[in-house]
């Protein structure tokens, strides 16, 4: 547990499966088979991989498709095909990640009609990957028992993540929808989803959209459902032209980066079963629970977290990219289940894969999240959390001629604790140590070259056009929680770190479910400070819809965890903590440079209280949750109601 708190976890439930994977089990693919940075990176930026809006107007599809990702067989060289489902244009092609949709800060709305397309031939298409229906997900939801998979199809809702969306068109995890629209979530209201306008994002950043079906969402962005979604305004157009000398197409690339496992046939391969991968060790003794217990019905059952054995970028596996020497602007989105990176930039000689012997090179921190910050900062080294995204200037001027860069990530291969990971954080013989190679090979254009620096100005940062906020903010003091299940299996959790009055009139305090009446209810217009306590043995991404958000600081605290039961969604008791005795430690630490923007992820490090600043300045119902998907998809996440009622 975070130091400091006392609790009764054993600690063998606080990471559910080995850290050792077992990427050369049989019929997966094995990462030491794989070619490295011989495959181009799609840009995700580029040009010709944006949607084209038709009167302010898109139909924007989820569906199955067969797609290369450099993958090879058994034999080493032959290529496999993978299934996925990904986005794409009504009638057209999809693609993993979907096509990048741009739009301009205080532009008239767009409006996107997400269509459930996971059908075929007039029937539904199984899922990519096992559903654990143990679990608090669409089809378990009373009024929703009698749906299944098999008849009804997969459930989807898309989310712009970072957008600052009305709440029916926020793709709330209970808007769901089957395909064509057959079965519709308790809370669905539109087919039609607006973005943009006067009163949405108005500033540049970078967002990105992805499923987030209830229960399934982790499942849903594996198989492919993600794209970036690029804000714009009249400073940062994205014009070679630009107020802010930034530079511009083709010299400014969009890369999500994930990791999957594979089979070596070609197929995504997500482990659920007994013997797979990641729940092959479990050891019976007093405290620990069977392992049978953890299989209800023999599974699937969720994972606690997952790490995947393969890097990929936009759908590639360890890709390459070509680059003149010149200034290259590189947008960064973390869309991986559970990973945390810390990323470092590696000069190796041309065709060398492994970036431990090269020399490290500064780069430019410019924005992260929802915006620029206000000037540039020169780094060595850059954390990079699930969900975030990071926004750099790379000068590619001081590698030479020939010489290849590599995306070294420095974090290990299990859940994150503030430290850099120690031997048995490691997969054996990992390649997740690389993610992306930049080859500078290409000749020189006659295009300018731009000349960002850390004396650069771009006008961004958390106070970019604020409004005044009330004297006194309200204070909230919530806490991020592990627990378990009615089955014994790791749950983490949210809830409060004191006691509150939930809106239905009742006193409560700790650990709570999705399904609890809510508990945050901000006054529209209101300015708060949520004080996250992290009193678990682990680093959490929290992901705050609706708002941005200013990061303040952090601050060691000390607590008793004292148990306390946990209403599950089925009725059944599972097993949860209250956080009494709280005392802070220390001085706060202010934020790291690249936080200083206008964020909607920010990372709560173990043992310690987080605390950050944001309005609330649109009614209805939405969502806060941790970004790591396993995570949220079993109870960490809980819903938020601005406003008035009903809740």
Known sequence: MAAGLTASIPVDLLHAHTLQAASLAVGLSDPAMQPLFMNPAPNALDTGFKYVPNSGRLRIRAARTVQMTGLVGMDGFTPVPTTVWG?????????????????????????ISWENDLIEGGQVVSHLLPVDSSLHWAYSLNEYAHYTLADDGVPIVTHVHGGRNDSPFDGNPEYFFSPRFRVLGPRWEARYYRYGGSDWNDVAGTCWYHDHALGITRLNVYAGLAGFFIVRDKDDDGLPDNVLGLPAAPYELGFAVQDRMFRHTGELFYPAFPGDPFYSEFIEEEGVVLPEQLFPD????????????????????????????????????????????????????????????????????????????????????????????????????????????IIENLLGDAPFGGELPKKEDLFPNR???RILAFDVVLPRSSVPDTDISVASALGGGINVEDPPPPAVPGVRRLALFEGTDEFGRLQPLLGTAEPVMDVTGREVQGALAWHSPITENPELNSTEIWEIYNATGDAHPVHVHLVYFQILDRQAFKADLVAQ???????????????????????????????????????????????????????????????????????????????????
Request: overall charge negative.
């Open 565 to 647: 039961p946990v209403l599950q969604h089925n009725g059944e008791e599972g097993s949860g903590y209250r956080l009494e005795n709280i005392k802070l430690l220390g001085k706060p630490v202010s934020p790291e440079p690249q936080e200083l923007t206008r964020r909607d992820i920010v990372t709560a490090l173990p043992g310690q209280v987080t605390r950050i600043k944001m309005r609330f300045d649109k009614p209805g119902r939405f969502v806060w949750h941790c970004h790591i998907l396993s995570h949220e998809d079993h109870e960490m996440m809980r819903p938020f109601h601005v406003g008035t009622g009903p809740f």
């Open 298 to 405: 023999g599974g699937p059952t969720a994972l606690a977290e997952f790490f995947g054995d393969h890097m990929v970028v936009n759908g590639v596996i360890w890709p390459k990219y070509e680059v003149e020497q010149r200034q290259y602007r590189v947008r960064l989105l973390n869309g991986c289940d559970s990973r945390f990176m810390r990323l470092r930039l590696k000069v190796v000689p041309a065709g060398e894969i492994d970036p431990g012997p090269g020399e490290p090179v500064p780069f430019y921190v410019i924005g992260s999240d929802q915006s620029l910050l206000e000037q540039p900062v020169e780094v060595d080294e850059v954390g990079f959390a699930p969900g975030e995204r990071l926004d750099l200037v790379v000068d590619f001027k001081r590698v030479p001629m020939g010489y290849r860069v």
């Open 87 to 111: 986005y794409g244009v009504h009638n057209g092609p999809v693609s993993w990640p979907g096509r990048t949709i741009e739009l301009a800060a205080r532009q008239e709305p767009l409006e």
């Open 431 to 433: 390649r997740t140590d």
